[in-house]
């Protein structure tokens, strides 16, 4: 079997290489012009921190490395280096992959004053570019207790958790079960409880949701014998949905009412502003002026979409890269896709093969 896939794959690629052969001569400049593999940073700029990467708009370094508000912090002081957001308290884990949410992840549970409160956020501006993707989850542990997430006056999560007094006034306490719901989250509202962040992505781009790019947690004791509560200290998370279902750390929390020091997962969105050119929100169109498709989208093969506070780009059908630097999109153009279609002679696979070999003979010519 592994020698007639081997056979098939060649022969794909004799077929492709055959149609480059057959093209019209403009369309044969169109293919063998597939440059080689460019950098996805600002020229002279560090593109990788340990080993995570770091594209543009993002960068770290000097400010000519980053667009406003895209700058990170690489804390080479770490074995490997870890690369920080905002004012530390957020590390990015995964590479940074354009068109996509960026994974960070904090310590712990969100840390909660007195009068339970707290600002949540790492440190990120108001008027930055990040924002909370909407698959993230607001978690509370702990009896007869509130927990409200505000993005600005308006609320984007907040749920309940409650328990019998009784059950947590005696001295052999010793936890809760887990309250399990038919849906996928694990905790229904019996000592713990979950509820997915709401971006009001509609709202924020008609304007009716002024953008935060800053959030804060409120608790409120429910309860009329608040004492007895407070001896199940509540737990407030932000988390990526999932992380909550691990089973372990739910039972530390619930059994046992320790704070494992973990690792929380968080999603953040983000899009660019436009050097001043704010997404009109007037209108609901998702077309981007065209001033903002140029000073934003520098790739002649990139297209612009219009977010809630920003913009976003992506390279052209038929390209990969990076929209946001000049001749950042590289690859074929739409006309060979079309006329690799209509002369059916390979398949979508010997087209790729095809893509691969003519940009590594460009790379290694070059």
């Known amino acids: ?67 406003p508000g895209f700058n990170l912090t690489c804390d080479r002081r770490s074995s490997p280096p870890r ?11 995964e590479d940074i992959l354009l068109g996509s949410a960026i994974t960070v992840v904090r310590q712990g ?55 019998e007094t009784e059950d947590v006034d005696g001295s ?54 608040g004492t007895a509560d407070r001896r199940w200290p509540p737990r407030v998370y932000v988390a990526m949905n999932g992380w909550f279902e691990q089973t372990r750390f739910s039972y530390d929390l619930l059994w046992k009412g320790t704070r494992p020091s973990v690792a929380v997962p968080v999603l953040l969105d983000w899009e660019v502003a436009s050097h001043g050119a704010e997404p009109d929100s007037n209108t609901s169109s998702s077309e981007c002026p065209a ?26 059908e038929g390209y990969e890269g990076n929209p946001y630097l000049p001749r950042g999109c590289q690859g074929f153009s739409f006309a060979f896709h079309l006329q690799c279609i209509m002369l059916h002679t390979i398949s979508c696979h010997s087209l790729t093969l095809l893509r691969r070999l003519v940009s590594m003979t460009a790379y290694y010519l070059d």
């Open 172 to 225: 052999d306490f010793n936890g809760f079960p887990l309250s399990r719901h038919p849906t996928s989250m694990v905790c229904s509202g019996i000592a713990c409880c979950q509820s997915a962040v709401l971006t009001n992505y509609q709202d924020r781009r008609a304007g009716k949701v002024p953008h935060s790019g800053s959030y804060g947690v409120e608790l409120r004791w429910l309860g009329w014998n």
């Open 83 to 93: 690369l920080l957001l905002g004012d530390g308290s957020l590390q990015v884990v």
């Open 291 to 316: 001033e903002a498709a140029r000073t934003v989208c520098r790739s002649n093969h990139a297209s612009c979409n219009k977010g809630a506070r920003g913009y976003t780009c992506f390279c052209d």
């Open 109 to 163: 549970d969100i840390r909660l004053d007195e009068n339970g409160a707290c600002a949540f956020g790492g440190g990120l501006r108001d008027d930055g570019p990040y924002s909370l993707a909407f698959n993230n989850d607001l978690i509370l542990t702990g009896c007869n207790a509130q927990a409200t997430l505000k993005n600005g006056h308006v609320t984007v999560a907040g749920c309940s958790s409650f328990c």
């Open 1 to 67: 079997m592994a020698h007639t896939r081997a056979t098939i794959s060649i022969s794909e690629a004799a077929a492709a290489l055959l149609l480059l052969l057959l093209l019209p001569p403009p369309l044969s400049f169109i293919v063998g012009a597939a440059a080689a593999p460019r950098g996805i940073g600002m020229p002279g700029c560090a593109t990788s921190c340990g080993n995570v990467s770091v594209p543009c708009p993002f960068g770290v370094g000097p400010e000519r490395c980053y667009w």
